[in-house]
T-cell receptor, first 117, second 116 residues
Framework: KAGVTQTPRYLIKTRGQQVTLSCSPI?????VSWYQQTPGQGLQFLFE???????NKGNFPGRFSGRQFSNSRSEMNVSTLELGDSALYLC????????????????FGQGTRLTVV | AQSVTQLDSQVPVFEEAPVELRCNYS??????LFWYVQYPNQGLQLLLK??????LVKGINGFEAEFNKSQTSFHLRKPSVHISDTAEYFC??????????????FGQGTELSVKP
């Protein structure tokens, strides 16, 4: 079974530009979550999509957005990039069923390393 | 709301010695608990999980963890570490409430450094 695939692995962008990151979840998983990892702030939750609907959202500005397609693949977009957006962006997928049905664990991709210059 | 505190930011240890990485959590609702490991320039790999049942859970690579509800702790242990265990370890919780499922709350991480 293929794991979570994130593309691209590395990106260099200029301040003010926008960027789109892609995540393909494990086959059969319907929940996709995004996290930002930085040395100063650690791992912070961005948002979660389940069956094409945003179910949870973290405390990030509106420049960060996402979407999920009918095949569960997800994209996140960051507009008007700032230097502080430089980070490792991680995508995680899970089965996404309710807690009474078990399998709440999330599986992570390798991440996309975004550098803003 | 939930929060996770990893009590040690760095843990140096010699090869073949035992190790314990400490994790405490706070939550107003019931949670599931996880430990993840991250090697340099990699994503996170699930080490083990506590969902219910026995409070001692075993994971991959010889790691185990014990859930203590009264102390709200979930410490990770390994009886004998290897050089290859050098990595960063993250404790995480997720709410059992359905519409919060998918939002992992992480600790700040513990860097385990195994020396020969």
């Amino acid at each position: 079974k293929a794991g979570v695939t994130q593309t691209p692995r590395y990106l260099i962008k200029t301040r003010g530009q926008q960027v789109t990151l892609s995540c393909s979840p494990i086959s059969g998983h319907r929940s996709v979550s995004w996290y930002q990892q930085t040395p100063g702030q650690g791992l912070q939750f961005l948002f979660e999509y389940f069956s094409e609907t945003q179910r949870n959202k973290g405390n990030f500005p509106g420049r960060f957005s996402g979407r999920q397609f009918s095949n569960s693949r997800s994209e996140m977009n960051v507009s008007t990039l700032e230097l502080g957006d430089s980070a490792l962006y991680l995508c995680a997928s899970s089965v996404g069923k309710g807690p009474t049905t078990g399998e709440p664990e999330a599986f992570f991709g390798q991440g996309t390393r975004l550098t803003v210059v | 709301a939930q929060s996770v505190t990893q009590l040690d930011s760095q843990v140096p240890v010699f090869e073949e010695a035992p190790v314990e990485l400490r994790c405490n959590y706070s939550s107003s609702v019931s949670v599931y608990l996880f430990w993840y490991v991250q090697y340099p320039n990699q994503g996170l790999q699930l080490l083990l999980k506590y969902l219910s049942g026995s409070t001692l859970v075993k994971g991959i690579n010889g790691f185990e963890a014990e859930f203590n509800k009264s102390q709200t702790s979930f410490h990770l242990r390994k009886p004998s570490v290897h050089i290859s265990d050098t990595a960063e370890y993250f404790c995480a919780v997720i709410s059992m409430i359905y519409n919060q499922g998918g939002k992992l709350i992480f600790g700040q991480g513990t860097e385990l450094s195994v020396k020969p």
